[in-house]
Nanobody, 122 residues
């Protein structure tokens, strides 16, 4: 079953930028709460950022505040994560998610992508 699909990951040098995208084949993001999570090698999945579809609320993890920006495009039914000033510590597989509950906990989301890998070199 295909749920969500992430794209935009890759290899970037420290200080560089990437834009991650998330699509929802066969479904709409409308009225959902949307989130980005990441999982580094050997570590548990952690919260990165979340947004309501309407943009009424936005949350960021402390580690990415001021560097990452989460946004939506209603017309394209897309979710984005713009990552600036990337550091080696940002290296991880990034996952997008959607759910009906506004939360920073991964257990609160119902739909997930397979992840897109981001590698930041020093």
């Amino acid at each position: 079953q295909v749920q969500l699909v992430e794209s935009g990951g890759g290899l970037v040098q420290a200080g560089g930028s990437l834009r991650l995208s998330c699509a929802a084949p066969g479904r709409t993001f409308r009225s959902y709460n949307l989130g980005w999570f990441r999982q580094a090698p050997g570590k548990e999945r952690e919260f990165v950022a979340a947004i309501s579809w309407s943009g009424g609320w936005i949350w960021y993890a402390d580690a990415v505040k001021g560097r990452f920006t989460i946004s939506t495009d209603l017309a394209k039914n897309m979710l984005y994560l713009v990552m600036n000033s990337l550091q080696p510590e940002d290296t991880a597989v990034y996952y997008c998610s959607a759910g009906t509950t506004a939360t920073m906990a991964s257990t609160g989301y119902d739909y997930w992508g397979q992840g897109t890998r981001v590698t930041v070199s020093s």
